[in-house]
């Protein structure tokens, strides 16, 4: 069974502030990892994706994640905050064939930019 | 590229009626396409999986007679919620893949209400 934790329901910071976003998940086989971004009523838009390649992987917009096996993480940064990053952010898991690629979404962190 | 098109964006009805949602993918053939739904200020529940050609895979606690899942092309699937009532509005969003292990685009969700 595959699950995943966001530490953080609600995350504030100031414009230029470095973002820190928690993630750890459980997963019984080797998994791939997803941060997804969503806007008010909007889908949603894949900002990066771990495939077991590099342990540090950066996407799109400046963000990065770095994936620990040993601590069972995946954390979202991003060294300088954007007012357009205010958004809901989502971490998702897939345990790839065994679940039938599914995705479990993490129960999502809310950024708030402050200008 | 990998762009998912959902319509209506928006749909408002009266208690009773049937609703039909279209998802898209426009720029590539998506041999799977999944239906999830999102409560307010709730992560997304994968409500249907959906191959094409075949019978779609319903989540334990999803009626599949309620919401009716069709996926007859490579590029289209529609969701038709029947005799929706309130307790079916909500956000419904579809994404699509285009082969086993290639990430989920998703749409841009269709916001339900029912009168």
């Known amino acids: 069974a595959q699950s995943v934790t966001q530490l953080d329901s609600h995350v504030s910071v100031s414009e230029g502030t470095p973002v820190l976003l928690r993630c750890n998940y459980s997963?019984?086989?080797?998994?791939?990892l997803f941060w997804y971004v969503q806007h008010p009523n909007k889908g949603l838009q894949l900002l990066l994706k771990?495939?077991?390649?590099?342990?540090l992987v950066k996407g799109i917009n400046g963000f990065e994640a770095e994936f620990k096996k040993s601590e069972t993480s995946f954390h979202l940064t991003k060294p300088s905050a954007h007012m357009s990053d205010a958004a809901e952010y989502f971490c998702?898991?897939?345990?790839?064939?065994?679940?039938?690629?599914?995705?479990?979404f993490g129960g999502g962190t809310r950024v708030l930019v402050k200008p | 590229g990998a762009v998912v098109s959902q319509h209506p964006s928006r749909v408002i009805c009266k208690s009773g009626t049937s609703v039909k949602i279209e998802c898209r993918s426009l720029?590539?053939?998506?041999?799977?396409m999944f239906w999830y739904r999102q409560f307010p200020k709730k992560s997304l529940m994968l409500m249907a999986t959906?191959?094409?050609?075949?019978?779609?895979?319903?989540e334990q606690g999803v009626e599949k007679d309620k919401f009716l899942i069709n996926h007859a092309s490579l590029t289209l699937s529609t969701l038709t919620v029947t005799s929706a009532h309130p307790e079916d509005s909500s956000f419904y969003i579809c994404?699509?893949?285009?082969?086993?292990?290639?990430?989920?685009?998703f749409g841009d969700g269709t916001r339900l209400s029912i009168l």
């Open positions: 994404s699509a893949r285009s082969s086993f292990g290639q990430p989920q685009h």
């Open positions: 997963s019984s086989y080797s998994p791939s």
């Open positions: 771990y495939t077991s390649a590099a342990t």
């Open positions: 998702v898991v897939s345990d790839g064939e065994a679940a039938g690629n599914k995705l479990t």
């Open positions: 720029d590539f053939q998506a041999t799977t």
């Open positions: 959906s191959n094409e050609g075949s019978k779609a895979t319903y």
